[in-house]
């Protein structure tokens, strides 16, 4: 059989196969009925362009990259209190990237975690299909308990913008086209214990088992606050916070903080890094809606990486030391939404702007245009990390 051929079949077999142990158990006592098996998902796809001031004696590059994803979410729950989630990404990425930049290929095709589900149907100069589920775990509810095995998203983060929180799976504002945000391998389990109030275990173990995450979380209210309480082991370090939730005069207040400390004594001079960001929102009565965070990260820097290749961790969510942040977004109109965000990082004198334009073109059919610009003084490595542009189609079934 003709190999492009194969591999047009190996996409659609990924697109269908986790549907065949679903069918078989999906339909009520009479068989008719598919009320416990629930598909959606979306196709998405889009054009980016990248242009980088690189460093004397190099001269300024630019790379055109065309992707193309298919998202597809599925849940099945075989009884009223277990659910079955399967969510996963096929991605194409084809264009100078690829083909310039091999470690770029490497981190779209890596996977983090402790069982490598990552699948590269093809790999050739240009171009990459990849396929990866993001969330794959079984889920059960007991009156006030819940547990999750595999892959999840552990949700511990409260601010909009940056998360020290969320030691298992942090999330970078950078990352423009993954609303869902990554998962982790991990089992969690949950207890609610009255009015806002619950405790959580959870761990995810790594491959290197130094490199695990484990810690447990402790919530409840205080005089209209949410606040809770994190104590673990992240990855060699011992780990422990805060976060909080409440509001003033219509206005939101939020925070997040973590100390890490290393185990074992290190000689990098990192032996303790402390993290606060607190944020400010605000919904005006024209439906501006405002957030506005700071950012204090003892450990945080963008001297000896590749800023955009950068993976932000809960221990260092940020390029500098210091970092004050706000989100505008604003309906223009019923199928018109705008947003831009704006990152000042006062001690490396740069500054990064992202406005974004939603369009919806028809039903279930979104037209969407990115843009991410850095701009700084002297020797910054943001400001010279250039700019981004992107726009896409997404269709949602």
Known sequence: MNLEIRRILWVLLIAVTPLFPCLADARDSEGTAWENLHIGGYV??????????????????SWNEYRVQKRLNIRWDPAPNIACHWQMRTRLFAGDRVRQFPAYA??????????????TII?????ILHYIPDRLYAEGDWQDWNIRVGRQRVNWGVNMITNPNDIFNIYSIYDFDYP???GSDAIRIQRFMGFASRMEVAASPARNIEESVAAVLYAFDRRG???????GYFRERAAAGAGWAGSMGGTGLKGEAMVFSDIKGQDNGRDTDFIIAAAVDHMFANSLFMVIEGLY???GGADDFLLRAQRLSPDNPSFSKYQVSAQFSYPFHPLLDGAITLIGYPDEDALFISPALTWSVAENLDARLVGQFFTGGG?????????????????HF
């Open 106 to 119: 490497q981190e779209i095709t890596e996977d983090y975690g402790l069982v490598d589900l990552s699948w």
């Open 225 to 231: 606050y949410d606040i809770q309480l994190i104590a």
């Open 297 to 299: 990260n003892s450990g």
């Open 180 to 182: 869902e945000r990554p």
């Open 123 to 127: 790999e050739e100069d240009n171009r």
């Open 379 to 395: 020797d910054s490595a943001i400001g010279s990390a250039g700019t981004l542009v992107s726009a896409s189609l997404q269709y």
């Open 44 to 61: 998405q796809a889009g054009y980016v362009h990248i242009s980088a001031s690189l460093p004397a004696p190099a001269e300024d590059e």
